[in-house]
């Protein structure tokens, strides 16, 4: 190998990494803090869609009727699932309110089921199904839902529709 070609070998990966650091300070845009790819400071602080999840709004408890409505997984004090954070309690939730939206035979057994599995502390309860809209970074730092819809309403043991 020549010296010429080691030189440039030993000094190549010192060089670009200078030029890049070089690039990233002063090559700044106009009117931008940030020059992709040399520095992205915002690279995860937007999400690309809002997102959706279906919960529980908890009405009532055993005829108590709570002051404001409650979602499910905040009440830890009623609620194993809730103190567990259960993931199965969110999937079941996802096809109740598909099988509501679409009209589909099984909501019955799906809701006995997730009544009876789920919330089987509370003797007579009064809840909504709701469907979140949110941003995850938005709901993350500030709790703030972009939009609520509600639906269906339902009392636990009831099954006649509303």
Known sequence: MKLAEYNMRRT????LLVAYI?????AKPE?????????????FSTSSNPRTDVVVIVRSIDGEILPGKKYFYDLTDSFETARRRDS??????????????HSKPNEHRLRRSIESNFMSEAEHLEYDLVQLVFDPIDRLSTGKII????????????????
């Not at 070089?22 to 002063?26: F, H, N």
């Not at 009117?31 to 690279?43: H, Q």
């Open 12 to 15: 190549l990966a010192p060089t």
């Open 22 to 26: 070089v690039i990233a300070i002063l």
């Open 31 to 43: 009117g931008r803090a940030e020059l992709f790819p040399f520095f992205n400071w915002s690279l």
């Open 88 to 101: 199965r309690f969110g999937k079941a939730l996802d096809l109740l309110a598909q099988a509501k939206v």
């Open 147 to 162: 939009r609520k819809n509600k639906i269906a309403t339902y009392e636990k043991g009831n099954y006649e529709d509303r």
